[in-house]
């Protein structure tokens, strides 16, 4: 899993930093999640390819979070996008999208899939056979879901040593990936555990943005790989919490700490602060591993 | 007069070049004419206060002329605006932009006002005592205004040793230079004439983008200071311009030519051209003074 991140600043675009959006690649499908204004700047300075793009999620109805994606379907069109685009966003933006389509006649040669969500309980909403993606409600100014990627388990390793000690046929070697005991050429049943050894486990991506320290989400992101916390404020600011319903980077890293993740990634930082790395210093107070979010930036998870 | 281009490219934003965006600088207001994707960035890298920016004049609701616009609206409210905002554009912007404040339950804290444009003949949008702005109608694939930007015929001088010489009494300054003849301390008529001077010639700039070869537009234009002008293509893609409706540099040129203008700027250049100077060249064959726009380039008029 790959995560680059090409803006991770809140409120509005400036010269040097960019308001949310992040490419996670997972099993070959390229997701964007977030497209504040420039994101289509953002990916082609990334060099990441807009036809790789199939889909999109969307965090809320803020304007740093979606701003960019009218432009962004617009220019997949001119560049006579054929391949199919879905688009996970709050119930809304399918009118406003539509509705720029309308006025300016410009309908989208592609087709082009909304997915509106309204559910205030984690639902899966995007299901392959090697990748989950699931809501995390949170709780923001307006309608706001995080969203958890996971990888589904792979297929169990043959020990090809013991498959042939064992003389097992090849006709089974599909049952036995998926974790059946088998038939040996005697006709004894061997324990696939004698057989095969465990896949690398799965692996798993929280974005949660943007929110009020919510630790109702720490059942759905349990045990995550990698969660990126919004943390708008530092402690001295906490106060400001409540009314824009932010969070801190402290109260990011308990989150993480709750959620037994193993790395906390840090954004949507205000634009009071000079220092970022104040942010990271705080948030070890609570959770060792910390790292922050630079537009450009890129995770491997 | 001046003119700073913020984007003159067509279709979408790229990492160098930017869509349709520039400032006019005319006696003290700084109005912005459309207003494309990272139109923002673009005012801050040239340096503009936002705070001046108290008219946006939006051409046509496709998005490489107005997608930056609901961006700019909401940083005008995050920086915390006071002023006024006034917007001259088609009908049906005012719904794109009240449905995204709605959705985002963002509503601005200073006044927003939508002068929303439907007529397909020229009208007056704006006046104060110094300057009084037109549309333009064009002929695009949606409904589509260019604008004129006129400053009214200031008062006339006073030629100070004429009137000390007629024995003129001040209380007759405001009437000479409102151009009236007036009585000297004997009683005499004195004219005008003898008395006041010219003053410098109102200027005007017409913005003109996105047409068809449209020579319908010459009578609101005549004798216009400066024409921007779009030119998406050379010539010898002439026959694509029925279909975009959009203009070829050497239709530009027939355009300013036909008016009188003094300069012609070009724009609106496609992306399937390198060498910009093409453009110029071409316009050249039958108009001189040609200047290609580039973004972050100022014209002073």
């Known amino acids: 899993m790959k995560l680059t991140i090409l803006g991770c600043h809140s409120a509005t675009p400036r010269i040097n930093s960019n308001p949310t959006s992040q ?3 997972i099993n070959n499908h390229i997701f964007l999640i977030d497209c504040g204004e420039g994101t289509q700047i953002q990916l082609r300075k990334q060099k990441i390819k807009f036809s790789r793009i199939k889909h999109i999620f ?34 809304g933006l399918k009118e406003v999208i539509t509705l720029q389509m309308k006025l300016s006649d410009s ?21 392959d056979d090697k990748v989950e993606v699931y809501t995390i409600p949170l709780n923001h100014r307006v309608y706001t879901n995080g969203f958890l990627f996971k990888e589904k388990p792979a297929e169990r390793k043959l020990d090809m040593n013991a498959v042939l000690n064992a003389q097992i046929d090849k006709s089974y070697f599909r049952k036995l990936k998926q974790g059946f005991d088998v038939e040996n050429e005697k006709g004894e049943i061997i324990s696939n555990a004698l057989l095969t050894k465990n896949p690398p486990k799965p692996k798993s991506y929280a974005f949660c943005s943007d929110t009020l320290f919510h ?84 995770f491997n998870i």
């Open 215 to 298: 630790p109702e989400i720490i059942p759905v992101i349990d045990n995550v790989n990698a969660i990126y916390h919004e943390s708008t404020f530092l402690e001295k600011h906490r106060h400001l919490c409540e009314q824009t319903k932010h969070s801190t980077a402290k109260q990011a890293a308990e989150i993480a700490k709750q959620a037994n993740a193993k790395t906390l990634i840090l954004g949507h930082y205000s634009t009071r602060y000079d220092d970022l790395n104040l942010f990271k210093e705080e948030a070890q107070t609570v959770f060792k591993n910390v790292e922050l979010a630079e537009d450009g930036v890129v």
């Open 107 to 127: 309908w989208t040669n592609y087709q082009l899939f909304f997915h509106e969500l309204e559910s205030k309980s984690s639902e899966l909403i995007f299901e």
């Open 23 to 25: 490419v996670l690649e």
């Open 58 to 91: 969307i965090s809320h109805l803020h304007g740093d979070h979606y701003f960019g994606l009218v432009g962004l379907i617009s220019t997949f069109r001119l560049l006579t996008r054929e391949a199919d685009l879905h688009i996970y966003a709050p119930k």
